[in-house]
């Protein structure tokens, strides 16, 4: 498996600022991703980093809030911009190990809370 | 209809005891289904992948695939306390896992 860093692990931010959190993996990956947990929820997948080309979004999350750079196969960024109290949140990067099944692995997280 | 379904729970357990947990998906076409277990402020740990019908062990961990019925499921043998967490069921679609919101376990000593 893969061995995902993130940071910052945690922050508190202040409303109306940006803030990016870098992915780090130890292995080339063709595919990673990154999720918002937001309190008490599941996991919601935000977009697809793709190397190379713009970010895959998913629907009710859009480039301007959340841009994303992938400029090789083991990094990649997200930015949150613009910060309300809303986007408290856990930010998760993952990547997918083409090994048996396809298998997703997530990094530790980035904790944010917005003030 | 949401794609992945799970129970929120709580499932309570004695010690010992042979914790069920079940899933539904909504996309036939899924092929790969996976477990993870979250512990309250960290980040999913992948306990478990499936993608053919029937069993899968590992240690106490069972996970069960059945296609026709769209339905996967995780048994824990012998539950410990330290297996109380909020378990995810996910589904590989076209390029994206897909989670349920999760069940949570608690595993009474």
């Known amino acids: 498996s893969a061995v995902i860093s993130q940071k910052p692990s945690r922050d508190i931010c202040q409303r109306g600022t940006s803030l990016t959190i870098q992915c780090q993996v130890d292995s080339q990956v063709t595919m990673m991703f990154w999720y918002r947990q937001q309190p008490g929820q599941s996991l919601t997948l935000i977009a697809t980093a793709n190397q190379g080309s713009e970010a895959t979004y998913e629907s009710g999350f859009v480039i301007d809030k959340f841009p994303i750079s992938r400029p090789n196969l083991t990094f990649s960024t997200l930015t949150v911009s613009n910060m309300s109290p809303e986007d408290s949140s856990i930010y998760l990067c993952?990547?997918?190990?083409?090994?048996?099944?396809?298998?997703?692995?997530f990094g530790e997280g980035s904790w944010l809370t917005v003030v | 209809q949401k794609e992945v379904e799970q129970n929120s729970g709580p499932l309570s357990v004695p010690e010992g005891a042979i914790a069920s947990l079940n899933c539904t998906y909504s996309?036939?076409?899924?092929?790969?289904f996976f477990w993870y277990r979250q512990y309250s402020g960290k980040s999913p740990e992948l306990i478990m992948f499936i993608y053919s019908n029937g069993d899968k062990e590992d240690g106490r961990f069972t996970a069960q695939l059945n296609k026709a019925s769209q339905y996967v499921s995780l048994l824990i043998r012998d539950s410990q306390p330290s297996d109380s967490a909020t378990y995810l069921c996910?589904?590989?679609?076209?390029?994206?896992?897909?989670f349920g919101t999760g069940t949570r376990l608690l595993v009474s000593p």
């Open positions: 993952s990547v997918q190990w083409t090994g048996a099944g396809n298998t997703i692995y």
């Open positions: 996309d036939r076409g899924s092929q790969s």
């Open positions: 996910a589904v590989l679609g076209f390029q994206k896992l897909v």
